[in-house]
C-alpha cells in the first residue's frame, strides 16, 4: 500500500505570479548595473575620446601652417623675389593685419613690391581660413617675408612661434591642456619645426 503525504498550502509550488516578481526583480537588478557600468564607460570614455579629436586636429592645422611656411620659402628661392606670409582678418582674408595675435586666418602671397601687403601684381600661393572656432593659433608676429636667399624675416624681428592650443586654453599651463598644445617655430633661417606645448624652439 503506497501512502501519499499532503503538502501544505503554505510549501506549494509557487505561484505564476512569484515566480515573474522573482525574473523581474532579477532582470531589474541586472539593468541597473548596466546601465551603471555604461554610465562609468561614457564618464571615463568620452572626455578622453574629445581629447583625442581635439588633439589630432591641433596637429592637423600645426603641420598645414608648418607646410606653408616651407612652401614660402621654397616659392621665394625658386621666384628669386620675396613671398609673404602674414596672418589676416576674416573679412578680409587678403588683407595683412598690422599687428600680432590670432592666426586663425592667413595668405601666403608674393611680395613683388616688397610693400609687405598684397597689392595689385601679387599673387596668391596659399590661403588659410578657420572660422569654426574649434582652437586658437596666436603669435606675436603679424608676419614673415621670405627672401630668394631662404632667409625668413618677422615683422617685429624676432623668431616666430606659433602656438595652436583648444580653444580658450591658449594661456592654460596646466598639465592635461599643455598635453594638447603644439608649437611651430620658424628660424631666421626659414627652417621650422613642430615642436610641443610649453618647450622651448631650438
Not at 625658386?78 to 600680432?100: E, F, I, Q, W
Not at 601684381?121 to 614673415?144: E, K
Amino acid at each position: 500500500m503506497i501512502r501519499t503525504r499532503s503538502v501544505p498550502a503554505s510549501v506549494a509550488c509557487p505561484s505564476r505570479r512569484a515566480m515573474a516578481s522573482r525574473v523581474a526583480g532579477v532582470t531589474l537588478i541586472e539593468l541597473m548595473i548596466t546601465l551603471a557600468v555604461a554610465g562609468i564607460a561614457i564618464a571615463v570614455g568620452v572626455p578622453s575620446f574629445m581629447r583625442t579629436l581635439a588633439r589630432h586636429a591641433i596637429a592637423s592645422q600645426a603641420e598645414e601652417l608648418q607646410d606653408a611656411v616651407r612652401l614660402g620659402r621654397n616659392e621665394a628661392m625658386k621666384r628669386s623675389g620675396p613671398v609673404v606670409l602674414c596672418r589676416t582678418d576674416a573679412a578680409n582674408a587678403s588683407h595683412c593685419a598690422g599687428s600680432g595675435g590670432s592666426w586663425q586666418t592667413w595668405v601666403l602671397f608674393t611680395d613683388l613690391a616688397r610693400s609687405g601687403a598684397f597689392v595689385a601684381g601679387d599673387a596668391i600661393v596659399r590661403q588659410h581660413v578657420d572660422v569654426s572656432g574649434r582652437m586658437s593659433v596666436t603669435s606675436s608676429a603679424a608676419s614673415i617675408r621670405f627672401e630668394s636667399t631662404g632667409i625668413a624675416h618677422s615683422d617685429n624681428g624676432a623668431p616666430v612661434v606659433f602656438v595652436f592650443a583648444p580653444a580658450g586654453a591658449a594661456a592654460d599651463s596646466s598639465g592635461s591642456n599643455l598635453a594638447l598644445q603644439r608649437q611651430v617655430c620658424v628660424n631666421p633661417r626659414g627652417e621650422v619645426v613642430v615642436i610641443a606645448g610649453g618647450a622651448t624652439c631650438p
